[in-house]
C-alpha cells in the first residue's frame, strides 16, 4: 500500500523549500490522497508501482467524476512534484507524471456588445465634466480597443488630435499606434476643455480623478457598470467588453484577422483568432435567420 506518511514528508519538504500556503498545501494533500484511493482500488502495492498508465487513468477517472480541466491540471501537477521529490529520495525509479498533460479547458468565447447597444449606450448629453469624461473614456476604449489599463496609463502627450491616433502602451511594455475614430476625438477634445478645472497642477495623465489626479482602473470598472445601468443596457458591462466589442465589429466588418491582431496588440495570432468564433456565430445566426433550407418552422 502506498505509504501516507510519504505524503507527510514531502508537504513538509515543500513547504519549507518552496514556502506554500497553507491553502495550496491543503490543496496538494487532498489531490496526492485521490491518488492514494486510486493506488488503493487498483492494486497497487507502492508508490514506485505507479506507471503512466496509471496516471493518465487517474486524470481519466478524475475527469469523468466531473473535475474541472484546471483541476486536473492542478493534480497532476502535484502527483509530477511528489514524484520529483520521491525520485531524489530514492523511493521511485521515475516520475510516471511527467508527460502527462490534462484535457485542454473550453475556451469562454468572451461577452460582447452588438453594434446597436454600443451605439444606445454610448449616446448622451453628458450634462458635467465627470460625465462628459466618462463619455470620453467609453468612445476612446471602443473606438481603439483598449485594455483597462492602457487608457488608465495614457498620457497628454500620448493623443495626436491632428493625426487622429494614440500612443499606448500594452502587455509587456510593448507601444503601438492604434487609430482613434472622430466621434472619440470630439468626446476627447470636449474632455480636455473640462480637463483644467479638475486637473492637479503637473499631473500629466489624459484622464483624472475629482481630487486631480491620475485616474485609477477601479474607479474606470465603477464609472462604466454604473453609466451602463444608467443608459439601460441589459448586460452587466466592463471595460474589457467595450475591447471585445471593438474587435468583435471590426472582425465582422472587414474579415482581416491579422489588422485586428495589430490593433489589439496581441503578439500570437492565436489570441485574436477567438473572435473567429464570435464572427461566426453572428454568420450562423444570419444563416439560420435567412436560408430557405435552415428557417424553423413556426408552429
Known amino acids: ?36 484511493d486510486f493506488c488503493r482500488r487498483e492494486g497497487l502495492e507502492s508508490w514506485a508501482a505507479v506507471d503512466s498508465y496509471h496516471v493518465r487513468r487517474f486524470a481519466a477517472e478524475c475527469h469523468r467524476r466531473g473535475s474541472s480541466p484546471r483541476s486536473i491540471a492542478r493534480r497532476l501537477s502535484a502527483v509530477r ?5 520521491l525520485v531524489a529520495a530514492g523511493a521511485a525509479a ?24 454600443v451605439a444606445s449606450m454610448l449616446e448622451s ?35 495626436d488630435r491632428a493625426d487622429r491616433t494614440v500612443r499606448v502602451t500594452g502587455k509587456g511594455s510593448k507601444a503601438r499606434v492604434v487609430p482613434v475614430g472622430r466621434v472619440a476625438v470630439t468626446a476627447v477634445e470636449r474632455w480636455l476643455r473640462l480637463r483644467p478645472e479638475l486637473a492637479a497642477g503637473g499631473e500629466a495623465a489624459l484622464f483624472v480623478s475629482r481630487r486631480g489626479t491620475r485616474l485609477a482602473a477601479r474607479s474606470v470598472q465603477a464609472r462604466i457598470d454604473r453609466w451602463a445601468r ?16 471593438f474587435a ?9 484577422l491579422r489588422a485586428v491582431q495589430e490593433l489589439l496588440g496581441h503578439s500570437s495570432i492565436s489570441t485574436t483568432q ?11 445566426h444570419i444563416y439560420d435567420r435567412a436560408h430557405p433550407r435552415a428557417k424553423r418552422r413556426r408552429d
Open 94 to 117: 521515475s516520475n510516471p507524471a511527467v508527460h502527462i498533460q490534462a484535457p485542454k479547458p473550453s475556451r469562454r468565447l468572451p461577452a460582447t456588445l452588438d453594434a446597436d447597444q
Open 125 to 159: 448629453d453628458a450634462p458635467d465634466a465627470l460625465d462628459i469624461r466618462d463619455q470620453a473614456i467609453l468612445e476612446l476604449m471602443y473606438s481603439s480597443g483598449l485594455r483597462l489599463a492602457e487608457l488608465v496609463g495614457l498620457d497628454l502627450g500620448d493623443l
Open 81 to 85: 512534484s511528489f514524484y520529483s521529490w
Open 230 to 245: 444608467r443608459r439601460g443596457t441589459p448586460v452587466r458591462v466592463h471595460p474589457h467588453m467595450l475591447r471585445h466589442s
Open 1 to 36: 500500500m502506498p505509504r501516507p506518511e510519504d505524503v507527510d514528508r514531502f508537504l513538509s519538504h515543500v513547504s519549507t523549500e518552496r514556502r506554500l500556503s497553507p491553502h495550496t498545501a491543503s490543496a496538494y494533500r487532498r489531490d496526492l490522497e485521490a491518488l492514494a
Open 274 to 284: 477567438v473572435y473567429t468564433h464570435l464572427d461566426f456565430q453572428h454568420l450562423a
Open 248 to 256: 468583435s465589429h471590426m472582425l465582422e466588418s472587414s474579415g482581416d
